[in-house]
């Protein structure tokens, strides 16, 4: 059986500028080495009226239940200004120990480390250990998210192919190796409040009515207060306005219309459809015609403490010596989608370079994360 140099596949991954939703060879490079391990790999790619064409990956190995899987994305967000970046962002060059480049942290390392973790397992078991090893691997992560991994677990179940359980790939510690495992990640909540009035004199206001002064009462009353204290497994939920907007170049007319722009993070205290509803009732309560425009990107979850967070925590600890904290603070990923089928949980390399200049992983813990994924493995398996 092959196996797989998970820093050189880091950087052969990091070559392929592949910015959503564009993957430069990306997944073709990572077909190659999981078809060298064994693994029986088939291209996704899907595309919807009015959005961009993308290509994902399903690869499996073994045929039995059950079925582990790792999760992750190739695609990137963009490089930014290239004169800040010290290197070439996209030349996976090694400097003192990291490798450098878009997509080194978030998450081209991961997926490397869990290819070759799989690759080690298979070599040392064959197919013969009682279950399958999957990988599901999207271009839409760090895009709209719409012909990614949403898509390719209904095609899954359409296939009636289960996952049982999963771990995904996110960059989740905050400094070092072995701080964090996400058991869950907050909801996100976009909306877009217009709020309608009569246009009019200034020295008239009388005549006019002005929707700023209502748009500003109900933000007044949306901000004044904490939505919940949070509770064992979450912080409390935050609404933060993004933009207050009136495009009135005048000096001495009352518009006609005010819009604002917020974003909330919330817990499993809520969902989209409650707080939608609370908005509904605070934006009524001003009274005067408004527009509600809200778009839930993800409901907030939880996996509970069990047998994947334990298999995670021991393989950490018998790694790096350190016992992770099971958080759920964050932004949102893809395992927003894949705990609708299965227990989920997230651990990858440190993010503090994530999205940045000069984003880099390190060689070490390359090498630690590969030997944290085979424990996972061979403990899931009982081959520990």
């Known amino acids: ?209 002005n929707p700023i002064e209502r748009l500003v009462r109900i933000l007044s009353s949306l901000t004044g207060g904490k939505l919940d204290q949070g509770n064992e497994h979450f912080q409390p939920s935050n609404l933060a306005l993004t933009s207050i907007d009136v495009g009135n170049p005048a000096t001495n007319v009352i518009p006609a219309r005010a819009t604002a722009r917020f974003n909330i993070r919330f817990n499993n205290l809520h969902t989209g459809a409650s707080l939608t509803e609370w908005l509904h009732e605070r934006a009524s309560a001003e009274g005067g015609r408004y527009e509600l425009d809200v778009k839930v990107s993800g409901e907030s979850f939880l996996t509970p403490p069990g047998r994947l967070s334990e298999i995670a925590i021991d393989a950490i600890r018998k790694v790096t010596g350190k016992t992770p904290e099971l958080s759920t603070t964050g932004g949102t990923s893809d395992a927003r989608f894949i705990k609708d089928v299965c227990p989920v949980a997230e651990f990858g390399m440190v993010g503090q370079t994530m999205h940045k200049v000069d984003e880099r992983a390190s060689l070490q813990d390359i090498a630690a994360l590969t030997e944290i994924y085979l424990r996972m493995l061979e403990a899931y398996f009982g081959r520990a």
């Open 1 to 209: 059986m092959e196996l797989v140099d998970p820093v050189e596949l880091t950087r052969s991954l990091i070559r392929c500028p592949s910015v959503t939703p564009i993957d430069a060879g990306c997944l073709d490079r990572l077909q190659v080495a999981l078809e060298r391990i064994g693994f029986q790999v088939l291209r996704l790619p899907f595309e919807e009226p009015g959005t961009d064409r993308v290509d994902n990956l399903y690869a499996r190995f073994g045929t039995r239940q059950p079925n582990f899987c790792f999760a992750g994305h190739t695609d990137v967000v963009p490089p930014g200004d290239l004169k800040a970046w010290s290197v070439d962002p996209f030349a996976a060059e090694i400097i003192d120990g990291y490798v450098y480049g878009r997509g080194a942290a978030d998450m081209k390392s991961a997926i490397a480390a869990f290819t070759a973790a799989a690759a080690r397992f298979a070599a040392r078991w064959g197919e013969e250990f009682g279950g399958s090893i999957s990988m599901l691997i999207t271009g839409d992560e760090e895009g709209p998210s719409v012909n990614g991994t949403a898509k390719v677990l209904s095609w899954l179940r359409a296939r009636r192919e289960p996952i049982d359980m999963c771990i995904v790939g996110e960059p989740t510690n905050p400094t070092s190796l072995g701080e964090m495992i996400k058991i869950g990640r907050r909801g996100s909540l976009n909306a877009v409040l217009t709020m309608h009035g009569l246009q009019g004199h200034v020295a008239y206001p009388h005549l006019a009515d």
